[in-house]
């Protein structure tokens, strides 16, 4: 009988054979692979923007991985040429062009080959890129006679239909878009509790995608958005509903929502400060809210956390002038006889020590001035200005206040209609707002009124609270 044992033996001793050699190559494979790994260059995950910008637009480069920013501004190229800053949060590298760009201006924008990142890997190939300012659109809310109001897109300079944006069943509460026009953030209602109070939540849509994202679900009232200039954050108006009561909204208080952190907080760490109508200076050093409990207005240095706070007889408070010199607030005046209600202009000149306030007109003038927005070179204002509350509704006329004089011209005479809800473009030459009849059934209509000719024209009909998409 014949022994299977030697065959035994060398069908094992092949099989271990097989084994050495697969695990030889396997390690010489990852061998190859960790060597070759440091070869690979650094590589760039996104860029933009593409094709097309906003004239606010800041030009981004995502890494993957850590790189020097003195670097990046060697190997960085634009043509035309801007002058502007930078800044870096992980692997992403920001240039923020210092000036608005000009429609229809295209730019290339390029990376030289070579650059180098922490792990010393170099960017193989150059990068080259180009985008084309576009002009800036109009959005507003729609139909204004509706219960519902969603947000619509339109450009003033084409005939073409309006783009819906948003389809809420329920309805958009407030919104703002980014200051670069590439995000809106928006309050959608998702509950009405009475007449006078409803719960949002908070979505951020991707202007070039279409995109949204829940951001944050508020279960309150969440309102009067503002982006900070540089977009990383916006501060909004929060409400819970009145637990005592029954009805209606609580106290407001400002809150901020962090972009990078996915992350929203009190503005105030103490949580009980009553404030509202949160505003940003120009360039996002300071936030203006205005304070019930002592009837002020509080300016807060966000780098020191110092507040500035400024007692005043103050109805609503304005914005900042583009140069970030004064802010303006109202204030309600008797005037005349019967000591009729009049809304009046006062500017705060920030650059003073201390602030100091200048009326625009003195307090005993028959004008009501109920909302303004600055010129952008900050020389003077656009007044929505009415006659005192002797009744409503009330016609208004468009006039133009410069502040070294003290006079005024007239835009758009008074009429049968009102005017209100005025937002400059981001380019500075023309400015939208509401017009509503004073007599008429009639819902608000959408207008621009251009400032280089000194015409207006209607965007849309039935449309309210109009704002710029840059």
């Known amino acids: 009988m014949t022994s299977s044992r030697p065959n035994l033996l060398q069908r094992t001793d092949r099989f271990d054979l097989g084994m050495i050699i697969f695990v030889a190559i396997l390690v010489l494979f990852i061998g190859v692979v960790v060597i070759r790994g440091d070869q690979v260059g650094l590589g760039v995950d996104a860029y933009g923007p593409i094709d097309s910008a906003s004239a606010h637009a800041t030009i981004h480069l995502q890494f993957n991985e850590p790189v020097d920013l003195a670097e990046v501004q060697k190997a960085f190229s634009i043509q035309p040429s801007i002058k502007g800053s930078w800044s870096a949060s992980g692997t992403e590298v920001t240039f923020h062009p210092g000036e608005t760009l000009p429609v229809p201006q295209e730019y290339s924008v390029s990376v030289a080959a070579g650059l180098s990142g922490a ?17 800036p659109r109009v959005v507003y809310l729609s139909p204004a006679s509706g219960k519902v109001q969603n947000l619509f897109m339109a450009d003033p300079a084409s005939d073409a239909p309006a783009k819906q944006l948003t389809h809420s069943a329920m309805g958009i509460a407030s919104y703002d878009v980014s200051p670069d026009g590439e995000q809106l953030v928006y309050s959608e209602i998702t509950q009405v509790k009475d007449l006078s109070y409803f719960a949002t939540q908070l979505v951020v849509m991707n202007l ?9 679900d508020c279960k309150a009232m969440c309102t009067d958005l503002t982006w900070r200039p540089d977009g990383s954050m916006f501060a909004f108006q929060r409400a819970e509903f009145n637990l005592a009561t029954g009805v209606g909204a609580g106290a407001a208080r400002v809150w ?3 972009i990078s952190s996915g992350s ?14 949160p505003r940003w200076s120009p360039d996002g050093s300071r936030l203006a809210v205005v304070n019930s409990e002592t009837a002020s207005l509080i300016i807060r240095d966000i780098a020191s956390s110092k507040d500035t706070v400024y007692p005043c ?12 010199r004064w802010l303006y607030f109202t204030r309600l005046d ?3 006889a019967d000591s009729a209600t009049a809304v009046h202009v006062v500017l705060l000149d ?24 600055w010129l952008p ?7 929505a200005r009415q006659p005192p509350a002797r009744y409503n509704p009330r016609e208004s006329a468009l006039v133009e206040f410069d502040i070294a004089s003290g006079t005024t011209k007239t835009l758009i005479p008074s009429d049968t209609n009102t005017r209100h809800g005025l937002t400059i473009s981001p380019l500075g030459d023309s400015f939208v707002f509401e017009t509503t009849p004073v007599s008429l059934p009639a819902p608000s209509d959408t207008w621009r009124y251009s400032l280089k000719d000194n015409t207006s024209a209607r965007i849309s009909q039935n449309a309210t609270r109009p704002g710029w998409l840059p």
């Open 119 to 135: 792990d010393h890997r170099s960017l193989e190939n150059p990068l080259i890129w180009h985008f084309k300012i576009r002009a």
């Open 208 to 216: 070039s995608t279409g995109e949204t994202r829940l951001t944050y």
């Open 256 to 258: 901020l929502f962090n």
């Open 264 to 277: 929203a907080r009190p503005f105030f760490s103490e949580d009980q400060r009553i404030t509202f109508t």
């Open 313 to 324: 007889d103050l109805w609503t408070l304005g914005t900042f002038s583009p140069n970030g």
């Open 334 to 336: 008797a005037v005349g």
């Open 350 to 373: 920030l650059s003073a020590d201390p602030l100091t306030q200048q009326d625009i007109v003195p307090d005993t003038t028959e004008v009501s001035d109920e909302e303004a927005i």
């Open 377 to 383: 070179d900050s020389t003077g204002l656009i007044i």
